[in-house]
């Protein structure tokens, strides 16, 4: 039996009541505590050929001249100028909805556990520990392969390449986001999109190697398949960075740095507020993300194991993954009415625009506005039927800070910065009380 220890660091501030959105941060690996609930503290365009990385290491670069201090970090003379440039950004960039586009980040604990992922999935669905290597990202640490060392010379004149999972109108927030964010602190840029298709993105992932970036973020289309892809990276000597979607725990060995949303703390957090809203009584019915990505399993199997460990009397009813077409979840959710009659109290969706409104149009059609339904967030289309009270409450995941998250990550690392391996973002939960603090939407 392998016990794991090691304490994840996110980015941003994430208690519950936090103004902003979902951020990154810098800091080391501790010990984990306890087995209990981790507790969260502060801490498409034409590709050009580019240089290849640079392979000096930030001890070199301290060798090479005396370190500047910048507020409470310390860089390598040959960053200062550009770390100062990063500070500005971090200062003046701001989401569309008035909060910090480069928020500082927090940390949590990873809970002990007993058993391998091959042991843990042995386990039932709805026990939490079947998950546990996909939610807390928890790998061996001892495996990791042999990083590109940082040049410490600073992002300026830097250049990544992003590769994004495919198009959708939080990729297009997310990018525009991106480019702002480089632009700020002085990086270039290329971003491929492969629309959904793993083959594609495959593809994208060899043609940035042959034009060797400085380095290359992807948010993986596949959890399942983003190993290989990172080690194909990481092998050509390039620093690899993945966004958004959490990878299997194995990638972390050859990524330097996962930035993006705790999904499954905030659906978590969402459920904990549905369970307690229903008396810990009735039957939930589920909607998933894309099946086999990070958010297929934190937005279903985040809240469905809340609920069994802390509401035993509430039911799972059904799950099903009818895409994001309005129309199809309104089926769905259509037939679940129809099926499941009363004891459908509740809905729980992966995404809060089409889905929702599928979901919302034919609760109404039904005349059942007794429903809760909840949503990951946020859009203009959910926060709205939150608005309107259709939406029970949905989570705040910013992509803009997703987008200032992943710059920030890497330009710290460009700078000789120590920066932690899994930078989450901050978040909040959006109820018709607190909704206009998310307004006007990202996107």
């Not at 990154?24 to 498409?44: K, N, R, V």
């Not at 005396?66 to 550009?82: C, F, H, L, R």
């Not at 993945?242 to 330097?256: K, L, Q, R």
């Not at 939150?386 to 710290?412: I, N, P, W």
């Amino acid at each position: 039996m392998m016990k794991k220890s090691l304490a994840i660091l996110l980015s941003g501030t994430m208690l519950l009541s936090a103004a902003f959105m979902t951020g990154c941060g810098g800091g080391s690996s501790s010990a984990a505590g306890s087995s209990a609930a981790p507790e969260a503290s502060a801490a498409s365009e034409a590709p050009e050929s580019s240089a290849a990385p640079e392979s000096s290491a930030a001890s070199e670069a301290s060798d090479a001249g005396s370190t500047a201090p910048s507020g409470d970090v310390t860089v390598p003379e040959a960053a200062q100028a550009s770390y100062e440039k990063l500070l500005a950004a971090e200062e003046s960039l701001m989401t569309t909805d008035n909060h910090p586009m480069m928020a500082e980040g927090l940390s949590f604990d990873v809970p002990a556990v007993e058993g391998d992922a091959a042991a843990l999935e042995e386990l039932p669905e709805e026990d939490k520990n079947h998950w546990h290597y996909k939610e807390y990202l928890d790998w061996d640490q001892s495996a990791d392969a042999q990083f590109p060392e940082s040049p410490a010379d600073g992002q300026e004149g830097k250049k990544v390449i992003l590769i994004v999972h495919g198009a959708h109108a939080w990729t297009t927030c997310y990018t525009d986001a991106f480019k702002s964010a480089c632009d700020a602190v002085g990086m270039t840029y290329e971003i491929y999109d492969p629309n959904w298709d793993q083959a594609n993105q495959d593809s994208y992932v060899d043609q940035a190697i042959n034009d060797q970036p400085d380095a290359i973020i992807v948010i993986p289309v596949s959890a399942d398949h983003a190993t290989q892809q990172f080690k194909k990276i990481t092998d050509a000597g390039i620093p690899a960075f993945c966004s958004n979607t959490t990878p299997e725990a194995d990638a972390m060995n050859f990524i330097i740095s996962y930035t993006g949303p705790n999904d499954w703390y905030q659906m978590r957090t969402l459920a904990d507020m549905l369970g307690e809203s229903m008396e810990g009584k009735g039957g939930v019915a589920y909607i998933t993300h894309n099946v086999g990505g990070s958010p297929y399993y934190a937005r279903c199997y985040g809240p469905l194991t809340e609920l069994a460990e802390k509401y035993p009397d509430i039911e799972t009813l059904d799950i099903q993954s009818p895409g994001f077409e309005a129309s199809e979840v309104k089926q769905v959710v259509a037939d679940w009415i129809t099926k499941f009659g009363d004891k459908l109290n509740a809905i729980v969706l992966a995404d809060d625009s089409d889905q929702a409104i599928g979901a919302v149009e034919a609760c109404q059609a039904a005349g059942r506005s007794d429903i809760k339904i909840v949503a990951a967030g946020i859009s203009k289309q959910g926060l709205d039927l939150v608005k309107s009270g259709d939406l029970f409450g949905m989570s705040y995941q910013t992509c803009q800070g997703d987008a200032g998250l992943a710059v920030r990550t890497v330009s710290e690392w460009f700078c000789g910065i120590d920066i932690p391996r899994v930078n989450y973002l901050s978040t909040d939960i959006v109820t018709k009380d607190n909704a206009a603090d998310f307004e006007p939407c990202q996107w």
